[in-house]
């Protein structure tokens, strides 16, 4: 097959994730017995490796009931229970927050504390483990909006405060600003906290200008990826030869007919070798 084939230098793992994989990498090379609180990242073949290696993922509820255990939280974050779960039952804690992560649950905590009468609005996905997390800073009164249009569920004669999970699009954010502002009724105040993580924010153009480039967009994600989706429809809407696969066995060679260059991305829960598998699948 005559194809130029270019892995965007610009996908796989951002930072956050890779210090959650590291951690667990270093843990079980001393061959001690980890547990992570969820899937260490919305990537099933990731998530196969590390298991392999020794990682057992649990979910809250097996959570609850363990003792005396060692436990890796990820990058998403938790909420406040979680870490009480761990004192009462003796667990230790291998926190992989993601600075980025744990900084917003901060602010957000604070914001809620000082001001209990105003409403906290988080724009994010709804059952995400990042959003129960920063939803668990506010003892869960926060108003979580999935989409610009929720923003008429708000109450717009009180006050709100706005803030994003890290991984939106900062155009949705900007839209509901934009909507707040101009209807906010005084003296209801309104004040957004731009949360969104630019190291995710700048692939947006990045990942545009790379799928614009090519004949087919290959992009390689988990099926669990909230970020993945969005970076897709991104290649998407600029390419409309453009295929998600969460793994070589997904690629369909017909994509490839009459093509000249292929580019093939992923999310930033995206491993870089299995965009180089794919690559490797495409070439034999």
Same mark, same amino acid.
């Given at each position: 097959m005559d194809l130029t084939i270019e892995i965007d230098e610009g996908s796989g793992f951002c930072f956050g994730v890779t210090t959650a994989i590291r951690k667990a990498e270093e843990e079980l090379a001393g061959g001690r017995q980890l547990y992570c609180l969820g899937d260490i990242v919305h990537n099933g073949s990731e998530c196969e490796r590390l298991r392999a290696l020794g990682l057992q993922t649990i979910d809250h509820e097996a959570f609850a009931q363990l003792h005396d255990a060692? #436990?890796?939280?990820?990058?998403h974050g938790e909420p406040p229970e979680t870490y009480a779960t761990a004192r009462a039952n003796r667990i230790d804690i291998i926190d992989a927050t993601c600075p980025v992560v744990l900084q917003l649950q901060r602010r957000i905590k604070r914001v809620a504390d000082?001001?209990?009468?105003?409403? #906290?609005?988080?724009?994010?996905? %709804? =059952?995400?483990?990042? *959003?129960? =997390?920063? *939803?668990?800073?506010t003892a869960g009164r926060a108003i979580v909006?999935?989409? %610009?249009?929720?923003?008429? @569920?708000?109450?717009?004669t009180r006050d709100v405060r706005l803030f994003s999970q890290t991984t939106q699009p900062l155009e949705g954010f900007r839209r509901? *600003?934009?909507?707040?502002?101009?209807?906010?009724?005084? %003296?209801?105040?309104? @004040? %957004?906290?731009?949360t969104i993580c630019?190291? *995710?924010a700048n692939r947006l153009p990045a990942i545009r200008a790379f799928a614009a480039r090519h004949d087919v967009i290959l992009f390689v994600c988990g099926l669990k990826s909230s970020n993945g989706r969005v970076l897709f429809e991104a290649c998407r809407a600029v390419n409309p030869r453009s295929h998600l696969v969460d793994a070589p066995e997904s690629i369909c060679f017909d994509w490839f007919r009459d093509a000249r260059s292929v580019g093939i991305c992923g999310a930033t829960s995206t491993p870089t070798w299995l965009m180089e598998a794919c690559r490797e699948a495409i070439l034999r």
């Open positions: 060692k #436990v890796l939280l990820r990058a000082q001001e209990p009468d105003a409403q #906290v609005v988080i724009y994010g996905k %709804p =059952g995400h483990a990042e *959003v129960i =997390g920063l *939803v668990g800073q909006i999935e989409r %610009p249009e929720d923003v008429e @569920r708000l109450d717009l509901i *600003v934009d909507y707040i502002s101009a209807h906010i009724q005084q %003296p209801a105040t309104f @004040r %957004p906290f731009d630019r190291q *995710v």
